[in-house]
C-alpha cells in the first residue's frame, strides 16, 4: 500500500487543521492506522491511532480531547482532526498503516510496515 499525507500547512496557535492520508493499492479499512509527528531535534512520537475493521481509536496524552481520527473507507483515507492546536505541536505528521499490529502495539512505530512521506505542521503564536 502507498501512503499519502496532506493537508500540512501553517496556522495560528488555537486554530485547526486537516490531514489528509490518501492510500492506493490496498484497502485499508482492514489495517490499523496511525499518526505519528516528529519535531525538530526529537524522536518520531505516536499522535493517534486507528484500529482495525471496529475503528477503536487511542491518542497521545498530549493531544487528546484535541485531535481525532477517522476512516473513509469508501475514499480510503485516514484523516487527522486537529483542534486546538499549540506551538508544541508543531512537527511533520505522518500517517502509517499496518494489517498485522496488535492493539498493545498501536502506539509503537515499529509495528507499522507502511509510512507516508510527512506533511509539515506549523503553529505560530
Known amino acids: 500500500v502507498q501512503l499519502q499525507a496532506s493537508g500540512g500547512g501553517l496556522v495560528q496557535t488555537g486554530g485547526s487543521l486537516r490531514l489528509s492520508c490518501a492510500a492506493s493499492?490496498?484497502?485499508?479499512?482492514?489495517?490499523?492506522m496511525g499518526w505519528f509527528r516528529q519535531a525538530p531535534g526529537k524522536e518520531r512520537e505516536f499522535v493517534a491511532g486507528?484500529?482495525?475493521?471496529?475503528?477503536?481509536?487511542t491518542y497521545a496524552d498530549s493531544v487528546k480531547g484535541r485531535f481525532s481520527i477517522s476512516r473513509d473507507n469508501a475514499k480510503n483515507t485516514v484523516h487527522l482532526q486537529m483542534n486546538s492546536l499549540k506551538s508544541e505541536d508543531t512537527a511533520v505528521y505522518y500517517c502509517a498503516a499496518s494489517y498485522s499490529a496488535i492493539w498493545s502495539s498501536i502506539a509503537m512505530t515499529t509495528a507499522y510496515s507502511y509510512w507516508g512521506q510527512g506533511t509539515l505542521v506549523t503553529v505560530s503564536s
Open positions: 493499492g490496498r484497502t485499508i479499512s482492514d489495517a490499523v
Open positions: 486507528l484500529f482495525r475493521r471496529g475503528g477503536s481509536t
